[in-house]
């Protein structure tokens, strides 16, 4: 089994910006690619950015393209974002995922996920 916890999220200003964690144990994190989804209140999940196991390639919604950077730690079992020039619209719950295999655009392709951390940004 794989567990998956986020943190770093909280409430800041549009403008501003925060780093979200995602520390996986379990299992050997190098096996696992990685991915992070957000989801507004009333509104589906939605796909953020994505990073291969070795971080070689990486994936970015348009919407955070340029202003977010997914990166991992193999050695800290975790999984980064960063998230700068946030917006209100970046207003969400954000969770990471673990995955063998895929590019990580799409829910089905993950196999764990965390609780989720929230994200709050006020204009």
């Known amino acids: 089994q794989v567990q998956l916890v986020e943190s770093g999220g909280g409430l800041v200003q549009a403008g501003g910006s925060l780093r979200l964690s995602c520390v996986v144990s379990g299992r050997t994190f190098m096996n696992y690619a990685m991915g992070w989804f957000r989801q507004a209140p009333g509104k589906e999940r939605e796909f953020v950015s994505a990073i291969s196991w070795k971080g070689g390639s990486t994936y970015y919604a348009d919407s955070v393209k340029g202003r977010f950077t997914i990166s991992r730690d193999n050695a800290k079992n975790t999984v980064y974002l960063q998230m700068n020039s946030l917006k209100p619209e970046d207003t969400a719950v954000y969770f990471c995922?673990?995955?063998?295999?895929?590019?990580?655009?799409?829910?089905?392709?993950?196999?764990?996920w965390g609780q989720g951390t929230q994200v709050t940004v006020s204009s």
């Open positions: 995922g673990a995955r063998r295999v895929g590019e990580g655009k799409a829910q089905y392709e993950y196999d764990y």
